[in-house]
């Protein structure tokens, strides 16, 4: 399996409680986020959110779809949200959010295995176009957000560190 580490950081020039709102609610991302093609709840954990299970299915430009599902493992709300993936990938992801001088910074961290067969047999070729598939999906995000909240993107920068 390959492994990969993911940072997205997005500014929006949104109310912090917006921005959380939107991203907390990720049964609505299909709405506003290009790339997120259905979220289903499968367990709805408790009245947190902590222990909460929803299967998404995200399409890039790509010719290929992950499916993974997400069980929430902390919620700090308005500051964390953090949970661990299996399926298609495997590993955590944690949602970090702050807010200074009316910009909302929302830090996204990806720490994930691909378990496809056929992905983990293509990395030493098509790693750069998997980083520029995840870049270009994040990038929609941030711009979709924006959208949503009818707030400016004051900028998105994503990186990768492959291991």
Known sequence: MANYEFLTIWRIQAPLPEVWEAIYHSERWPEWWRGVESVVELEQGSDGGVGNKRRYTWKGLLPYRLTFVIRATR????????????????GS??????????V???????????????????????????????????????????????????????GVAWR
């Not at 919620?75 to 495997?90: F, P």
């Not at 992801?93 to 009316?102: I, L, N, V």
């Open 75 to 90: 919620i700090e709300h308005e500051r964390l949200l953090e949970g661990t993936a299996s399926g298609d990938l495997s």
């Open 93 to 102: 992801g944690a949602w970090r959010f702050s807010h200074h001088d009316g």
């Open 104 to 158: 909302t910074l929302v830090r996204y961290e990806w720490r994930v295995r691909t378990t496809k067969g056929w992905m983990n047999v293509m990395v030493p070729l098509a790693k750069p176009l998997f980083r520029w598939n995840h870049d270009k999906v994040m990038a929609w995000g941030g711009t979709g957000l924006a959208a949503r909240l009818r707030a400016r993107l004051r900028g998105t920068d994503s």
